[in-house]
């Protein structure tokens, strides 16, 4: 397990709902999770373990390994990263610009995230970068690129046929398996998970990752997608994080600007209340194994809980709690037909419900009833 890679648990609040079924440590900076990206610079260093909300950026990783035996980093107090069960001396360095601040973060960091896995995932993927000598060939397929062939990487089985890649502002990457379809518009930076799909005519707007086995189509803008989930149909989804085994029905739309252009209340799980955290932009924040009807329509910051059903006539509240059946939030779903619908969608993936995984659901469905 990597949750030994790290000093806590990674159940702060400000990741409200995403780390709801899972420690925040396994949410994704870019396509992949901290835990992954953390596990692979780790490997030499056994005896490291770091905070979950420190990212694995090139400044973190180069203070992180640098780290002797019984040496901790600290910030203010706080320790950051500690080599050994014991500390007998101190890194003392700002950990600000290396921080996860809250799960609106993850959209925001996307990009950075993106760049500082790509030569980890050059190796994971087996991802191969075209060559400009290959965009006759590729354009005779119908493959456009704008920008830099070089910044295109291809995972074994990656397919790619009529669309238009933009290259100039960041990379394009697809995982083993993972396919673009027919009239797609992607501008990067962008990754897209092994076995993930884009469907036809899906544009995309980078910064944006879309996880392992998802499908993806509409308009997505500056969106983190985690693995497993659907957003196949129309509909926009702008500056948003989706967790794991959601499904948003087809026409599913969020809002991420107000129409006075201003800040945005979003909702602080901690003070159980909307309170401004100075952002423009901020679309939808949706945690694991939630659903929505077709044409929802999310109002500007929206939280959704893990283990919803999104249903009902009007917009939604802006934060609809767990396990709410329809959106009002006020009928619970019955918990055995929740685990009975979790299990349906994983199977259809060849996936389980581990009893880790079971045991985080009961135990969040009893804090909600």
């Known amino acids: 397990?990597?949750?030994?890679?790290?000093?806590?648990?990674?159940?702060?609040?400000?990741?409200?709902?995403?780390?709801?079924?899972?420690?925040?440590?396994?949410?994704?900076?870019?396509?992949?999770?901290?835990?992954?990206?953390?596990?692979?610079?780790?490997?030499?260093?056994?005896?490291?373990?770091?905070?979950?909300?420190?990212?694995?950026?090139?400044?973190?990783?180069?203070?992180?390994?640098?780290?002797?035996?019984?040496?901790a980093w600290k910030d203010k107090g706080l320790v950051v990263a500690q080599c050994g069960d014991t500390i007998g001396s101190i890194h003392e360095a700002p950990v600000a610009k290396d921080w996860l601040v809250d799960a609106a973060s993850l959209f925001e960091k996307c990009g950075e995230g993106l760049a500082a896995d790509l030569p980890r995932l050059k190796l994971s993927w087996r991802l191969r970068s075209l060559d400009e000598e290959e965009r006759g060939a590729w354009a005779q397929r119908g493959v456009v690129v704008h920008g830099p062939m070089g910044r295109i990487h291809l995972g074994p089985g990656a397919l790619l046929r009529d669309v238009s890649l933009n290259t100039e502002e960041g990379d394009i990457l697809l995982g083993?398996?993972?396919?673009?379809?027919?009239?797609?518009?992607?501008?990067?930076?962008?990754?897209?998970?092994?076995?993930?799909?884009?469907?036809?005519?899906?544009?995309?707007?980078?910064?944006?990752?879309?996880?392992?086995?998802?499908?993806?189509?509409?308009?997505?803008?500056?969106?983190?997608?985690?693995?497993?989930?659907?957003?196949?149909?129309?509909?926009?989804?702008?500056?948003?994080?989706?967790?794991?085994?959601?499904?948003?029905?087809?026409?599913?739309?969020?809002?991420?600007?107000?129409?006075?252009?201003?800040?945005?209340?979003?909702?602080?799980?901690?003070?159980?209340?909307?309170?401004?955290?100075?952002?423009?932009?901020?679309?939808?924040?949706?945690?694991?194994?939630?659903?929505?009807?077709?044409?929802?329509?999310?109002?500007?910051?929206?939280?959704?809980?893990s283990m919803a059903q999104v249903f009902g006539p009007g917009a939604p509240p802006r934060h609809v709690p767990p396990f709410s059946w329809g959106h009002e939030g006020n009928e619970v779903i019955v918990l055995e037909k929740a685990l009975s619908t979790a299990r349906k969608v994983m199977a259809r993936r060849k996936q389980t419900l581990t009893p880790d995984q079971e045991r985080a659901i009961r135990q969040l469905y009893k804090e909600r009833t």
């Not at 794991?244 to 809002?255: K, P, Y």
């Open 1 to 71: 397990m990597t949750d030994s890679l790290f000093l806590d648990g990674g159940d702060s609040a400000d990741f409200y709902p995403l780390n709801a079924l899972k420690g925040a440590q396994h949410l994704h900076f870019g396509v992949r999770s901290i835990a992954k990206q953390w596990k692979d610079l780790l490997s030499s260093k056994p005896d490291v373990r770091v905070h979950s909300q420190v990212l694995p950026t090139e400044h973190a990783a180069s203070i992180v390994l640098g780290l002797k035996n019984g040496q």
């Open 176 to 305: 083993p398996g993972a396919e673009i379809m027919e009239g797609s518009r992607v501008r990067g930076p962008f990754a897209l998970g092994e076995n993930a799909q884009l469907r036809m005519g899906t544009l995309v707007y980078g910064p944006a990752s879309v996880g392992q086995g998802c499908k993806v189509g509409g308009e997505i803008s500056n969106v983190v997608v985690h693995d497993w989930s659907n957003k196949a149909h129309g509909g926009f989804l702008g500056n948003a994080v989706i967790g794991e085994w959601c499904n948003l029905g087809a026409e599913t739309t969020c809002s991420n600007l107000k129409n006075t252009y201003g800040e945005i209340a979003e909702w602080d799980e901690g003070r159980q209340g909307f309170h401004s955290k100075g952002r423009q932009f901020c679309g939808l924040i949706m945690g694991d194994h939630s659903k929505t009807a077709i044409h929802t329509a999310f109002p500007t910051a929206t939280v959704v809980g």
